[in-house]
């Protein structure tokens, strides 16, 4: 929320960000909780928005605190917030694939992040695969069945080439 505070030639900035502009966008977090304070409703969530890029080692921003001095529910959203972030497609970058931004959580274990977080946030990454493989159909009884060897693979390939052909006359080779 405190991004509404922060130039948006900064926030879309494709090039790399001066030292300036950096110090802009390290603000939003106080920025937001000042949005949020006068909002009764709001107030147990304003330690999460005003700690969020609190770092678990004490590196973070804005206050440096370290450990359990960061409210749980921060240490949460700092996790889900950097899993979006890298996950999402940028101007100045395109989002990364969901198990490079795994293995960054898993490395941030203990310095960025509370560790015991990271290992919720994994199982709960590994329910929602498995789920995700459920809807599909996937099972582990099914997957080997879902293989084909590269031989059956070229022979399929062969045999529906002509038929693709006679639909559609410019295609040489198809990837199925």
Request: aromatic letters at 6%; zero cysteines.
């Amino acid at each position: 929320i405190g991004k509404v505070g922060v130039a948006a030639a900064i926030l879309d900035k494709p090039e790399k960000l001066t030292d300036e502009e950096f110090a802009a966008i390290k603000s939003h977090p106080e920025i937001g909780s000042r949005i949020l304070e006068p909002i009764e409703s709001y107030s147990e969530i304003i330690k999460i928005v005003l700690q969020h890029h609190e770092r678990f080692d004490g590196n973070g921003y804005p206050h440096g605190l370290k450990g359990e001095a960061i409210y749980l529910g921060a240490r949460i959203v700092a996790v889900a917030d950097v899993f979006e972030a890298v996950t999402a497609h940028r101007p100045y970058r395109p989002g990364w694939k969901i198990d490079k931004a795994i293995d960054l959580i898993k490395n941030g274990a203990g310095s960025q992040f509370d560790p015991q977080v990271v290992s919720a946030f994994l199982k709960f990454i590994e329910k929602a695969k498995s789920k995700k493989k459920e809807k599909a159909g996937v099972t582990p009884s099914k997957k080997k069945h879902l293989r084909i060897d590269q031989a059956e693979s070229d022979n399929k390939l062969s045999t529906m080439t002509p038929v693709m052909k006679s639909d559609h006359g410019n295609i040489e080779k198809a990837n199925v």
